[in-house]
């Protein structure tokens, strides 16, 4: 008995000495001082440009040749819905693949086969309303390797902390893979400023590898530009703006500073200078979205977004490259064949888990 009494007031006296005391309460107060400036959550440092890239340029959704999309939804709280994609005369889309996935307020999961098959998979697991773990692997037959990627993102008030790894593997004796770290604070209602760091390591014969970069984001009344500097000499910046309710454009500059061949051909005595910008603009219709970029390497990207039925929408891509005189076009047809269960419990507003996509 007298020793826990001992522990028990050594314990205390751990926890009630002045020194922590004093922690404590300047924690505290740095608290408040913080959660008055009403600060908000800047997003990731991946995602600092989201406004230009994803909702504005049409770079990640360009496609050619034909494709078809048939999905089958068949529940809305949990999501669940299978699909079947067909591609003809497309560059990097398979002929055929096969899409499952299902959804709640916690997982997520997404599976797709193609017919060569290559398949991907996702797992997604929202531990808390903070913190979300993301996992993507993909598995491809031959001598292709897999590929696996984990991605932990913790996302505070006015601060979002994420660690991603690419590869990890322990198995040669030593740590390999991609490692990167990422930081993004808000200063002020409107700025907001982070790093990123990366560590990797190809193979236990050769060295580690890292890098390090800075960003910073600013937020106006209906615009926003963000930073992005690389120690290895490379800088992104982009700027985004609200025109109008249904209009928004975006520009965005790519500048490359890598060590070149100097006069008298002296590697390192000079150095190579590359850039690409490019200039967007999005305009929301009623029932369709169109969407149009031009780069400074002379290619003109449009592409159309028309739903003609709730289960029917149209997609016409185009691209043409002045200097190398190509012209590339997509067409694609979605369809959604939703029972009449499922589509009475749409019209009546029937709540849908916010999945951590």
């Known amino acids: 008995m007298a020793d826990e009494k001992l522990v028990s007031s050594d314990a205390g006296f751990l926890k009630n000495n002045v020194v922590m005391a004093t922690l404590r ?16 959550n800047p997003g990731t440092v991946d995602n600092i440009s989201r406004e230009v890239q994803k909702d504005v340029f049409l770079t990640n959704s360009m496609f050619t040749g034909l494709r078809a999309d048939l999905t089958r939804p068949f529940s809305v709280n949990p999501l669940f ?19 499952a996935l299902y959804g709640t307020s916690k997982v997520f999961l997404q599976g797709n086969l193609d017919n060569d098959g290559q398949l991907t998979a996702r797992a997604n697991y929202r531990w808390n309303r903070s913190f979300v773990t993301r996992t993507n692997v993909q598995i ?8 696996l990627s984990v991605d932990n993102d913790y996302t505070g008030q006015d601060f979002t902390a994420s660690l991603k790894s690419i590869n990890p593997s322990i198995i040669e004796g030593a740590l390999t893979g991609v490692f990167v770290g990422s930081y993004l604070q808000s200063l002020t209602p ?17 060295g580690p590898e890292t890098a390090i970069s800075y960003c910073a984001k600013y937020k106006g009344s209906d615009w926003i530009a963000s930073a992005q500097v690389q120690e290895q000499g490379a800088l992104s910046t982009s700027y985004w703006r609200r025109l109008t309710d249904k209009v928004e454009a975006g520009v965005d500059l790519n ?38 970029q031009i780069d400074s390497s002379g290619r003109l990207s449009c592409l159309l977004e028309k739903r003609i039925l709730p289960p ?6 185009g691209e043409m490259d002045h200097f190398k005189q190509q012209a590339k076009v997509g067409l694609a047809v979605s369809i959604e064949a939703a029972s009449d269960d499922l589509m009475e419990q749409q019209v009546k507003g029937v709540a849908t888990p916010t999945v951590p996509f």
């Open 81 to 99: 819905q299978v699909s079947h994609a067909f591609a003809m005369g497309s560059q990097g889309l398979p002929p055929y693949t096969f899409v």
């Open 312 to 317: 029917v929408q149209l997609t016409f891509a």
């Open 140 to 147: 491809a037959p031959g001598p292709n390797p897999a590929m």
């Open 190 to 206: 409107r700025l907001a400023v982070g790093l990123e760091a990366m560590w990797q390591r190809v193979a236990v014969q050769s």
């Open 255 to 292: 500048l490359q500073f890598t060590p070149g061949m100097g006069q008298g051909g002296l590697l390192g005595a000079g150095a190579r200078k590359e850039g690409t910008s490019t200039l967007g603009a999005k305009y929301d219709f009623r029932n369709s979205s169109f969407r149009a």
């Open 25 to 40: 309460d300047t924690y505290s107060s740095f608290s408040r001082r913080r959660a008055a400036l009403g600060l908000s």
